[in-house]
């Protein structure tokens, strides 16, 4: 889990929302996703606890580590192996709640800096296992300009959109939600504060511009929630 900022930043807003603006966050996330008359059934996953000896804390949920509780996780985990790179790091989620079989993966953001990300693996065999993964990815969405996503300044929207596409290879109901703060960055950098859903709308196209994809082809896999931290 990255340092959090105390006071401002992507991990002390979506922290401070779930322990403090809980009804109001799950109103807007529903209201995203369709599914308003669902609160009830909206279950937040509590996040592991660090499981090295002599360290209190908590960590975030990696990769397919949040589907160990399913019966048939073994069967998961094999095909996982042979989809993405077992060495570095994997996929980091800020959150993860379900609501009845379908797991919705959170992303929050605070800044632009945030959004956009480079691949850094090193391994020749890494980069080839992580670009046939992409190519399967744009196969499935439809994409309409095959581009080499592994060299892409949005490269963790690329393995998301993998993420999901493994999901559902394996019989997994998955979406993505981001969540872009509004106001929420202003203690250091202001001026990298988002003010605006406008402001944020105009990242994600040039986010999925830069994959050769457009909203109509995510509509159904991501959707995007705008919290103000000023009210």
Same mark, same amino acid.
């Given at each position: 889990?990255?340092?959090? $900022? @105390?006071?401002?930043?992507?991990?002390?807003?979506?922290?401070?929302? @779930?322990?403090?603006? $809980?009804?109001? %966050? =799950?109103? %807007?996330?529903?209201?995203?996703?369709?599914?308003?008359?669902?609160?009830?059934? %909206?279950?937040?996953?509590?996040?592991?606890?660090?499981? *090295?000896?002599?360290?209190?804390?908590? #960590?975030?949920?990696?990769?397919?580590?949040?589907?160990?509780?399913? *019966?048939?996780?073994?069967?998961?985990?094999?095909?996982?192996?042979?989809?993405?790179?077992?060495?570095?790091?994997?996929?980091?989620?800020?959150?993860?709640?379900?609501?009845?079989? /379908?797991?919705?993966?959170?992303? !929050?953001? !605070?800044?632009?800096?945030?959004?956009?990300?480079?691949? =850094? !693996?090193?391994?020749?065999? *890494?980069?080839?296992?992580? /670009?046939?993964?992409?190519?399967? /990815?744009?196969?499935? %969405?439809? !994409?309409?300009?095959?581009?080499?996503?592994?060299?892409?300044?949005?490269?963790?929207?690329? =393995?998301?959109?993998?993420?999901?596409?493994?999901?559902?290879?394996?019989?997994?109901?998955?979406?993505?939600?981001?969540?872009?703060?509004?106001?929420?960055?202003?203690?250091? $950098?202001?001026?990298? #504060?988002?003010?605006?859903?406008?402001?944020?709308?105009?990242?994600?196209?040039?986010?999925?511009? *830069?994959?050769?994809?457009?909203? #109509?082809?995510?509509?159904?896999?991501?959707?995007?929630?705008?919290?103000?931290?000023?009210?």
């Amino acid at each position: 889990m990255a340092k959090m $900022r @105390l006071g401002y930043g992507s991990e002390y807003q979506l922290l401070r929302f @779930l322990g403090r603006h $809980r009804e109001e %966050l =799950n109103k %807007l996330v529903l209201d995203a996703i369709g599914l308003s008359g669902l609160c009830e059934q %909206l279950e937040w996953l509590d996040f592991p606890y660090i499981k *090295s000896k002599g360290m209190n804390g908590d #960590e975030e949920w990696k990769g397919i580590d949040c589907f160990e509780s399913l *019966s048939n996780y073994p069967d998961i985990k094999e095909k996982w192996i042979k989809f993405w790179p077992q060495c570095g790091n994997s996929m980091n989620w800020d959150a993860i709640f379900k609501i009845k079989d /379908t797991w919705f993966f959170i992303e !929050a953001k !605070a800044y632009k800096d945030e959004v956009f990300q480079s691949c =850094n !693996a090193k391994s020749e065999n *890494s980069k080839n296992v992580i /670009t046939r993964a992409f190519e399967d /990815t744009q196969l499935w %969405l439809g !994409a309409k300009e095959l581009k080499k996503w592994i060299d892409s300044k949005s490269y963790q929207l690329a =393995n998301r959109l993998a993420f999901l596409y493994f999901c559902k290879k394996c019989g997994l109901k998955a979406k993505l939600v981001y969540i872009g703060f509004l106001n929420g960055f202003k203690k250091r $950098r202001e001026n990298d #504060e988002i003010h605006s859903i406008q402001e944020w709308e105009g990242i994600w196209k040039e986010e999925l511009n *830069s994959l050769g994809l457009d909203r #109509e082809q995510i509509n159904s896999h991501i959707f995007f929630v705008y919290p103000n931290c000023e009210k």
